[in-house]
């Protein structure tokens, strides 16, 4: 599952593309019809943290990597800089996999059951008002 979220496809059957455009997630999957918001309110806040998480991570790892190479001499004044510049290109990189990957922990978590799976006719509705 986490394979399939990684690479941005459903986590539960592969299908996918989920996303149209960069910021637009579609509302279910075009393959097998899970809703990808899985009914509760503020459900995407987990997908917010698992991206805080992806950038906390990559900034200990360039904070420690730069100290320990440049150390005892640290150029402050880059770590500023460039900080700033990696972890605005985090959260942008970040932002399409952070939803995936929750989703996938939460399939995890909770199994699917079958009112989570959109009918044919209103997947078609909804994506097509979607990608409009």
């Known amino acids: 599952m986490f ?14 593309p989920l996303f149209v455009g ?9 393959s097998c019809g899970l809703t990808l918001e899985r009914g509760e309110r ?6 917010y943290f698992v991206g805080l998480v992806a950038i906390e991570v ?25 900080t700033i510049f990696l972890l605005v290109g985090t959260s942008i990189a970040f932002y399409q996999m952070s939803h995936t990957i929750f989703l996938a922990f939460d399939l995890l978590v909770h199994p699917v059951e079958p009112d989570d799976f959109a009918a044919p006719e209103e997947r078609r509705a909804r994506t097509s008002r979607r990608e409009r």
């Open 22 to 30: 960069w910021a637009r997630i579609l509302p279910a999957c075009r």
């Open 58 to 82: 990559v900034a200990s790892l360039w904070l420690a990597g730069v100290m320990a190479w440049t150390w005892p001499d640290i150029p402050w004044r880059f770590m500023h800089v460039s």
């Open 3 to 16: 394979w399939r979220a990684i690479r941005l496809r459903c986590p539960h059957c592969g299908g996918g």
């Open 42 to 47: 503020g459900y995407w806040l987990g997908a």
